[in-house]
C-alpha cells in the first residue's frame, strides 16, 4: 500500500464508494471488520484514501458486500453521458399500482445525485420499509396533483410547487387521494 494519494485518483473514488457502501449499509468499521477479515485500522485509512487497496483487501471488502472485486471497481468509473435526451431516460412502471418512474438524471459513480420523476394516478399508496441506503438527502417536488408523503410517521401534505425536504433513515409512504394523482420530481444526493 502507498501513502497519501491525490484527490483525483482511482483511489480516491473507491475511498468514497466504500464509505458510500459501508454508510449505506449502516455498519460501522468495527462491524465490517468483523464481515470481511480487514483490519479496523486498515479500513479507516482506505476510506480516507490515505493508502491504496490491494486485490485482495478489495476481494475480501466484496464479498462483505455481496460484490464482485469488478463491480466493486465498475462503481468507481468516470464515465457518465452529459445529456440524456428523454428517449434515453429509463421508465418503469409497477405492474401493481401502476406508478411510473422515470429516471430523468440516473446514478453515476462520478456524480453525487440522481433525479426521477414520478407519476401515480388518483388513489394510490405505495409504502417502503426501509430506504435502500439510509440516511440519504431528498428533495422532492411536486408538479401537479396532491401527494402525501409520509417520513417515519409524519404526514407531509402537498400542492402544486410545494418541495419537501428530508433524509430518510426508516419507513415511508406516498399516496393520492381517490379524486387526484400526483406528478413530482425526487432529488436525490
Request: aromatic share 6%; glycine share 8%.
Amino acid at each position: 500500500m502507498r501513502e497519501i494519494l491525490s484527490d483525483d485518483s482511482i483511489d480516491q473514488r473507491i475511498a468514497v464508494r466504500l464509505r458510500a457502501l459501508r454508510s449505506g449499509r449502516g455498519w460501522s468499521l468495527d462491524e465490517l471488520a468483523g464481515l470481511s477479515g480487514v483490519s479496523r485500522a486498515t479500513l479507516s485509512r482506505l476510506e480516507k484514501a490515505e493508502v491504496s487497496a490491494t486485490a485482495s483487501v478489495l476481494g475480501r471488502l466484496g464479498a462483505a458486500y455481496g460484490l464482485t472485486t469488478s463491480r466493486l471497481l465498475s462503481m468507481v468509473e468516470d464515465d457518465f453521458t452529459p445529456q440524456l435526451d428523454q428517449e434515453q431516460q429509463a421508465v418503469w412502471v409497477d405492474p401493481e399500482t401502476g406508478f411510473r418512474r422515470r429516471s430523468v438524471s440516473p446514478p453515476a459513480a462520478a456524480l453525487a445525485g440522481e433525479v426521477i420523476e414520478g407519476t401515480f394516478a388518483p388513489g394510490r399508496r405505495i409504502a417502503y420499509e426501509a430506504p435502500a441506503r439510509g440516511g440519504l438527502e431528498h428533495h422532492l417536488v411536486l408538479i401537479e396533483g396532491r401527494l402525501s408523503v409520509t417520513i417515519e410517521d409524519r404526514v407531509h401534505d402537498l400542492t402544486p410547487g410545494d418541495c419537501l425536504r428530508y433524509r430518510l433513515f426508516g419507513p415511508s409512504a406516498f399516496e393520492t387521494p381517490d379524486d387526484c394523482g400526483a406528478r413530482y420530481l425526487l432529488f436525490m444526493v
